[in-house]
């Protein structure tokens, strides 16, 4: 309907008439004196906190226990069949029980089938405990971490970042892109918190030191 | 089907059935109440909250003064990104560019996240009407719509509902609509929740059209954004085949980097939380991930009278947070309903008679559903100066002169309402102070506060005791 394109355009055009015609977009001065950083405390010990707040499971482990660490979480959960992306580290399930789905283009119906999904992540905030996923290395596409009910991330210290600031200007956003915040949740119901929707209902995540 | 806003009683009769309502009352003050002190503890973590506000003022101003130029960026940047834009000047053209989407689809049903913007233009109704069905998938967006309800909220649209009505509505209902609720379900929220998980589930799964809104849309870069909870959102953003977000235009900001001062400024006034669990952001579509084919559709809808009106324009900036409503003496003891539209409280009271005008009886009675007290503009995350716009509406109504109750009104305080900034004033000191505050509000407000007894008003001025309430947060620390 480019009859209505032209017709908006002009209705915003005339609803604008008091603005200068010589005022630029940025003539509109923007303040921005806010701080990039918040919590003065160390990023690993302030996301921790912040992903507990939220219901996440988490646990900080060494590079070389990662394998180790992952298998376990796998095992506690029960983990029968875990999906993971294409491009997922080998090592990281060098030393997992269960069958280990690679996403070859799963169907929907393989990934509902599937008990969890494992994969890394692009940036965290760590004052608001936010794991940022951007379909880039060892995380594969959008439906992997969305549609199993357990989802397993490994955090590496350098993805850390101190607040939504430095996250932001890390990320690229011509990729798709995912804030995970603690589990899915609803608070519908006379707002008390329910962990676990429709997203993953437990979000455990691995911080690598 | 759920109900639609048409032919509501004006206001103060509206919010006469409401206030009579004893469940109500006590469902909508123990919710606000709660959101609001989990908004003012998040809020005060944080000592810059004062310049993020200042930000995100400046930020929408930017886009609204500069509007045009940042639609065009917008179309541009979306189109090189593989989606296609959709202008809609109204209501009737948005439905008519979903409905005609869908119907190429093949599909007969759609899943659909929560969205104002697609309430307000009734596309569930219009879809139904071409043999669409739509499925609200938002937790409180079902029970509304199984309820055959209308929403009473802008966060939680089933804030009017307790746990009990909500099993019953689920019990009755599902299974009309799909999955049944299982024989045994309780009132625990979680059962209830768990209800909705297996309800819905199948619908994600199978339907390949979803339609949406968005928070954001950034000019720069084409990126549209979701921030929602449940994981409902990530549902229909990624599933499907055909991904439809049906966008005011008011939604516009400029570049990626601006959202760093909205992603800290919408959750923590919103639902009250450092983050909300999952925002998604999507640019055009990307091969292999998420939706094949995505639409933008442009809404317009009485924006652009919103914009040419410099007082009124700043009601723009509105991120829909809900934190005016929280707050608010009136919304807490009138509910949502009373204000017919998807856009109550405060807010809702400034837009709805700018979007629709004020001819009817309901909109021309909105800019009255308010004490002045202050609150809702001192929790706004972008400073909209709500009394001062509630005030300018006043003035209008009082012009166009058709408005009944304002009639009447003209002979006993004409002297104050022929001079809009007397009026102003007056009603401003009036909040300011308990010994002024009458029992009846001046002017027309009086229709509505002689069904009633006005909002009790601190003994100290609203604005003084939620300062230093504000501060008193920031003084205990963290939740
Ligand atoms: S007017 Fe302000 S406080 Fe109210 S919903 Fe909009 S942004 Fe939030």
Partial sequence: MSGSRERVLARVRAALADVPRAEEPEDVAVPRGYARAHTPVELVELLVDRLEDYKALTRRVSEADLPEEIAAALARRSVGRVVVPTDLPGEWTSRVDAAVLTDEA???????????????????????????????????????????????CVVRVDQIVPDVPDAVSRLDPSRPLTWISGPSATSDIELDRVEGVHGPRTLEVLIVE | MSGTFLGMPPFPQAAGIATGDAQLRHNLRKATHTIRGRRASVV????????????????????????????????????????????????????????????????????????????EIELNEALAEAGITAYETDLAELIVQLGEDRPSHILVPAIHRNRAEIREIFDRTMSDWGVPAPEDLSDDPRALAEAARVHLREKFLTTRVAVSGANFAVADTGTLVVLESEGNGRMCLTLPETLISVVGIEKLV?????????????????????????????????????????????????????????VGRQSLRCIRCSACLNICPVYERAGGHAYGSVYPGPIGAILTPQL????????????????????????????????????????????????????????????????????????????????????????????????????????????????????????GGGR
């Avoid at chain 1, 994969?119 to 760590?126: E, F, I, L, N, Y």
């Avoid at chain 2, 101003?61 to 000047?89: C, F, I, M, Q, S």
Wanted: include cysteine.
């Fill in chain 1, 106 to 152: 799963l169907d929907i119906a393989a990934l509902d089938a599937a008990d969890g999904v494992l994969t890394g992540c692009a940036v965290v905030a760590a004052e608001t405990g936010t794991i940022v996923l951007d379909a880039g290395p060892a995380q594969g596409r959008r439906a992997l971490t969305l549609v199993p009910d357990y989802h397993l």
């Fill in chain 2, 254 to 310: 400029p570049t990626w980097q601006d959202l760093e001062v909205f992603m800290q400024l919408l959750p923590r006034s919103s639902t009250g939380e450092r983050m909300n669990p999952y925002t998604s952001t999507w640019t055009g579509v990307t091969p292999g991930d998420g939706p094949r084919e995505f639409h933008l559709v442009l809404l317009d809808n009485g924006r652009t009278d919103v914009l040419a009106d410099e």
């Fill in chain 2, 44 to 119: 005060g973590e944080l000592d810059d909250w004062a310049e993020l506000r200042a930000a995100g003022k400046a930020i929408k101003d930017r886009t609204l003064r500069h509007l045009d130029v940042y639609l065009e960026r917008l179309e541009e940047t979306v189109t090189a990104a593989g989606g296609h834009v959709h202008w809609a000047a109204d209501a009737a053209e948005a439905n008519a560019i979903v409905t005609r989407l869908v119907k190429a689809t093949g599909e007969t049903e759609v899943v659909k996240v929560k969205s104002m913007a697609t309430q």
């Fill in chain 2, 356 to 475: 629709r005008g004020t001819s009817s009886e309901l909109d021309a009675s909105l800019p009255y559903a308010s004490s002045l007290c202050g609150a809702c503009y001192e929790v706004c995350p972008v400073a909209i100066d709500i009394p001062e716009v509630l005030v300018h509406l006043r003035g209008k109504v009082t012009q166009g002169k058709g408005h009944a109750a304002e009639r009447a009104a003209m002979g006993a305080a004409g002297w104050v309402l022929g001079d809009e900034k007397r009026l102003g004033l007056a009603q401003r000191a009036a909040g300011r102070a308990r010994n002024l505050v009458p029992r009846r509000l001046p002017g027309p407000g009086a229709a509505w506060t002689d069904t009633r007894d006005i909002p009790d008003i601190p003994a100290e001025s609203f604005r003084d005791w939620w300062a230093g309430h504000e501060k008193e947060k920031k003084k």
